[in-house]
């Protein structure tokens, strides 16, 4: 045995092995540094996961692409515990590829803050990517065609909680053809298969309806209340 063997015999035998590795230990890394780093790496790998997903969106052909004048896909955090689900991009969100900057949007920006929760703390995204013509209801057909891009952020970000707003958000996410009405004011199971879990789910009012329709937003309230509870009790 030549002596290099020799010395790396003798340390393997007096217990030491771990310095038989690719990279130097760093014994002074601390604890919550070392979370941190692992937590930008979770960080990265979902950004690079819903890179994938804004890829394949562009990539697929669909009738609204022809009218509208951008992609919009998500705003917020990745690692949010809430995920907000709107119906499809209108004209402020279709110039600006962001969900709900407009007047909708700025009702939602309020409706965060009066449970304490901030725009940046949420993930906030829609049914549908692309803006139909008009603003009209995307139609079932469109719904189905966005819905595994929807179930696929689900996934990604694998939120505590799913807040729907609105009754297209509800058909896509909870397979019903109930009406707000009859959903909201309780919490429903949304099933990942992926996760192998199961995500608490609020059905509630659309911000631009609660502007046409300010005697809801009573309602609306409750539900937000409800969702503040759970994230309080935690
Ligand atoms: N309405 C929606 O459903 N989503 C938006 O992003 C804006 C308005």
């Known amino acids: 045995m030549n002596q290099t063997k020799k010395n790396v015999e003798f340390i393997k035998n007096s217990g030491i092995n771990y310095f038989l590795q690719d990279s130097p230990r760093n014994w002074f890394e601390s604890p919550v540094k070392k979370a941190k780093t692992q937590n930008n790496i979770q960080q990265n790998n979902k950004l690079e996961q819903l890179d994938e997903i804004i890829a394949s969106l562009k990539n697929h052909e669909t009738i609204l692409k022809k009218s509208a004048k951008n992609l919009v896909v998500f705003d917020g955090n990745l690692d949010a515990k809430v995920m907000f689900i709107g119906e499809a991009p209108g004209r402020d969100e279709d110039e600006q590829g962001i969900p709900f900057v407009g007047r909708a949007g700025q009702l939602l ?34 719904i189905l065609e966005f819905l595994p891009f929807l179930q696929r952020q689900i996934d990604i970000v694998n939120p505590e909680y799913i807040f729907l707003l609105g009754g297209v958000a509800a058909k896509a996410i909870l397979s019903t053809p109930l009406s707000l009405g009859k959903l909201r004011g309780k919490w429903h199971e949304y099933k990942s298969l992926q996760l192998n879990k199961t995500i608490f789910t609020i059905a509630s009012y659309h911000p631009a309806f609660l502007l046409r329709s300010p005697q809801y937003k009573k309602a609306s309230w409750e539900d937000l209340q409800m969702l503040q509870k759970k994230l309080e009790n935690e």
């Open 109 to 142: 920006n309020k409706m965060l803050s009066a449970i304490n929760l901030k725009r940046d703390a949420v993930y906030i995204t829609n049914v549908v990517n692309w803006r139909p013509p008009d603003n009209r209801t995307p139609t079932d057909e469109e």
